[in-house]
């Protein structure tokens, strides 16, 4: 069972930045894409930034140019780098990873890391 452990969320002000760090133990399995997500009060959890493990990023518009994911395939970690903060990313944000192993396709989460931009 691969656990993954969140760290770096924090209340900051607009216009700051924060770089949230995620990894992964106990992998058995090879990990194909890490991402992040995050959930709002009220809202559903969505798709901040992705990547693969040969390093193609896919990122959701609110955050495109603004936010940098970056991934240690040797280490298992995922970080996400977060400049030009705004107050609507506030969030519980989510590390996620995909792995595969004997066809059969897995999906892990972290417990969630709280980001609160404050304007």
């Known amino acids: 069972q691969v656990q993954l452990v969140e760290t770096g969320g924090a209340l900051v002000q607009a216009g700051g930045s924060l770089r949230l760090s995620c990894a992964a133990s106990g992998v058995r399995f090879r990990i194909n894409a890490m991402g992040w997500y995050r959930q709002a009060p009220g809202k559903q959890r969505e798709l901040v930034a992705t990547?693969?493990?040969?390093?193609?990023?896919n990122y959701a518009d609110s955050v495109k140019g603004r936010f940098t994911i970056s991934r240690d395939n040797a280490k298992n970690t995922v970080a996400l780098q977060m400049n030009s903060l705004k107050p609507e990313d506030t969030a519980v944000y989510y590390c996620n990873a995909k792995a595969l192993s004997a066809s059969i396709r897995y999906d892990f989460w972290g417990q969630g890391t709280q980001v609160t931009v404050s304007s």
């Open positions: 990547i693969t493990s040969d390093g193609s990023t």
